[in-house]
């Protein structure tokens, strides 16, 4: 949420020059969403990825096995996603009710 609160604010400018020459709020609203949606699936394959390699190198390592479920992969995927939905939301609502006249003036 604090990198899509700061991509906001870093871009404030950018989103007043959209909505002056006619982007919407969900278009806004969607840009964000989207921004957060990759993300959180970024930081999620990246975890995942990291997991897989730790729990590989302890297995061999102390001489256990290894199991791969795909479906614990899947599952921590999905929660990546909602995590990044539910805390991308607001910076992108944020975003989206701006003034283009109050944005354009912000330095």
């Known amino acids: 949420m604090n990198i899509m609160l700061?991509?906001?604010?870093?871009?404030?400018?950018?989103?007043?020059?959209?909505?002056?020459?006619?982007?919407?709020?969900?278009?806004?609203?969607?840009?964000?969403?989207?921004?957060?949606?990759?993300?959180?699936?970024?930081?999620?394959?990246?975890?995942?990825?990291?997991?897989?390699?730790?729990?590989?190198?302890?297995?061999?390592y102390a001489g256990w096995g290894f199991v791969f479920n795909p479906i614990t992969v899947v599952a921590a995927l999905g929660f990546s996603l909602i995590v990044g939905v539910v805390f991308g939301v607001w910076p992108a609502s944020q975003a989206a009710r701006l003034d283009p006249v109050v944005a354009l003036r912000y330095e």
């Open 6 to 60: 700061v991509s906001v604010r870093e871009r404030t400018r950018e989103i007043g020059i959209r909505k002056a020459i006619g982007a919407r709020a969900r278009d806004i609203l969607s840009q964000f969403l989207v921004e957060a949606l990759a993300l959180s699936l970024a930081g999620g394959v990246i975890g995942i990825g990291l997991g897989v390699l730790a729990s590989l190198g302890i297995g061999i």
